[in-house]
């Protein structure tokens, strides 16, 4: 069963919106479990103090890396520690494959200005973002990463092949989607899809997903490019 484990200082918003739809219910099925600790139980003052001044001046607070730490040390075993972080690596789907690969995930839920370095050096901590934005804590990118993360569990989606053709899984995005009705607003579903031929439906949405890839992401239209030399 795969666990994950945050850091953070407001426990309370786990697991959030993980705890509805396909997640929420693999979470009531056992699939996979979550554990919230409060870094404020580690503060050694009776205000549950975190952070402090940085360094060299400057505006906001740094998590400090003897409080930060004494969580890590009392609570990790095994396995990979994760930062959420506007600075870190840049979250793909290829990273997230090999996360679901963990037993046990623990993610540190940064706040304030970021966190002393020191400790993300003690603990080897990956650093990792999930968008060239900034939040106003790491709680929320730990939702969006465990979310990616726990639908590629076994028996998440129910329906594996539900995870083959999707966008990132072979370095293209995902061609367009149609359902009832065929008929909509003058708009119609293109014939092929309903033509029942196949190996003409895989066709036309092959073509889609790179017309599409092309158009809105050259970087992984060459990302493909490159693998098909490969």
């Known amino acids: 069963m795969f666990k994950a484990t945050v850091f953070t200082i407001f426990p309370e918003l786990f697991p959030g919106f993980l ?18 600790i409060n870094i404020r139980d580690y503060a050694t003052d009776k205000h549950g103090s975190v952070d402090d001044t940085p360094c060299g001046g400057g505006a906001g607070m740094v998590m400090r890396a003897d409080i930060l730490g004494s969580a890590i040390s009392a609570n990790y075993s095994k396995g990979k520690i994760i930062a959420m ?15 679901a690969k963990e037993e046990q995930l623990y993610i540190v839920c ?17 650093e990792v973002s999930i968008g060239d934005y900034v939040l106003t804590g790491g709680e929320q990118a730990a939702q969006v990463l465990l979310d990616a993360v726990i639908r590629l569990l076994p028996n998440v989606l129910g329906n594996e092949e539900s995870t083959v053709d999707e966008s990132f899984e072979n370095n293209l995005l995902e061609y367009p989607q149609y359902t009832r009705p065929t008929e909509w607003q003058g708009r119609v579903v293109p014939e092929v899809l309903l033509s029942g031929h196949h190996k003409k439906i895989a066709d036309w949405r092959l073509e889609q997903s790179i017309k599409t890839t092309q158009d809105r992401r050259p970087d992984l239209w060459k990302k493909y490019l490159d693998s098909k030399k490969v």
């Open 85 to 99: 972080s506007p600075k870190g690596k840049p979250l793909t789907q290829d990273m997230v494959r090999q996360y």
């Open 19 to 36: 705890g509805y739809s396909l997640t929420g219910k693999a979470l009531e099925d056992g699939l996979w479990s979550i554990e919230a």
């Open 110 to 126: 940064g706040r304030f200005e970021g966190i002393d370095e020191r400790v993300l050096e003690a603990y080897d901590i990956e």
